[in-house]
């Protein structure tokens, strides 16, 4: 496989998480952006206007109440519209292991009251203290509360067996599809039968094992193409296919177009929807 190095694009500015390891800035979607993939967490919360924001080529509409959650390495998109956002940024390392998969909220009344405020005194804050031990103690905390607010929004029942298996499935996936497509090479590393992990697969998202390992693959595919310089066959190589022909012909099936033409189509504006036969969960 080979090594060639990712050379991310990113045009989309926000302000980086700080000396902290949380940022705050706004939005205000004048401008259409291509597409690109930041190494930190995103909470866009909408205050005005109405415009799309594109999360893995997967357009959501968005309204005053809105919340998105973006995370590190996904392809965002903001299109030319009248969006005017609050954003809050921050590391990897403080997203703690029980972040929730939904990523789109629509708040209202006391929801959407309380995550405001979250939002507005971590603004405050980040601007008015200078960093420091307490400060910095200070703006995680209140980044805590607005992540656990956003958990009490999200609350499930806990997960079973087959859930904490697809759970953990998702978690080697991420790590390895750049090197394995088998769900035998899965199965293995998680102790369990592929019939077992094809049924967790099935439970949680209604599509077997092997066609979450494709969708996966397929997402990295589009998110490469979209927001990176690199070549078609670099794509390829990066994601394990040797042969440029047979990249494409794994990309035509799962995404519907050849890569050229869904390059082409991704620089584009957002569309709300997502250029491809299905949508890749995660």
Request: hydrophobic residues 35%; glycine residues 10%.
């Amino acid at each position: 496989m080979s090594t060639t190095a990712l050379r991310p694009e990113t045009a989309i500015t926000f302000r980086p998480p700080g000396w902290a390891g949380v940022g705050t800035c706004g939005l205000d979607a004048t401008s259409a952006q291509p597409p690109s993939r930041l190494p930190y967490h995103i909470l866009l919360l909408a205050t005005a206007g109405h415009g799309t924001v594109e999360v893995d080529f997967f357009g959501q509409t968005c309204r005053p109440g809105t919340l998105l959650w973006i995370r590190p390495g996904q392809a965002l998109r903001i299109g030319r519209n009248g969006l005017i956002a609050s954003v809050v940024t921050f590391d990897q390392r403080l997203a703690g292991d029980d972040e929730p998969l939904r990523n789109h909220w629509q708040l209202r009344g006391e929801d959407e009251d309380a995550v405001i405020n979250e939002f507005s005194q971590l603004a405050v804050d980040c601007e008015r203290h200078s960093p420091g031990p307490v400060a910095a103690e200070l703006l995680r905390h209140q980044l805590r509360v607005l992540l656990l607010r956003i958990a009490l929004m999200t609350s499930v029942a806990p997960p079973g067996p087959e859930s904490q298996t697809y759970g953990r499935f998702r978690a080697l996936l991420e790590d390895g599809h750049q090197h394995s497509r088998r769900v035998e090479d899965y199965a293995d590393e998680l102790g369990c039968s592929v019939r077992t992990l094809t049924r967790a697969c099935l439970g949680a998202t209604g599509r077997t094992a092997k066609q979450v390992v494709d969708d996966r693959v397929a997402l990295e595919a589009r998110r490469l193409l979209a927001c990176t310089p690199l070549s078609v066959a670099e794509v390829g190589r990066h994601l394990g296919f040797p042969e440029p022909t047979n990249f494409g012909r794994f990309f035509h099936r799962e995404v519907g177009m050849s890569p050229g033409q869904f390059r082409a189509e991704a620089s584009g504006e957002p569309r709300g929807i997502i250029p491809a036969q299905r949508q890749a969960t995660d």
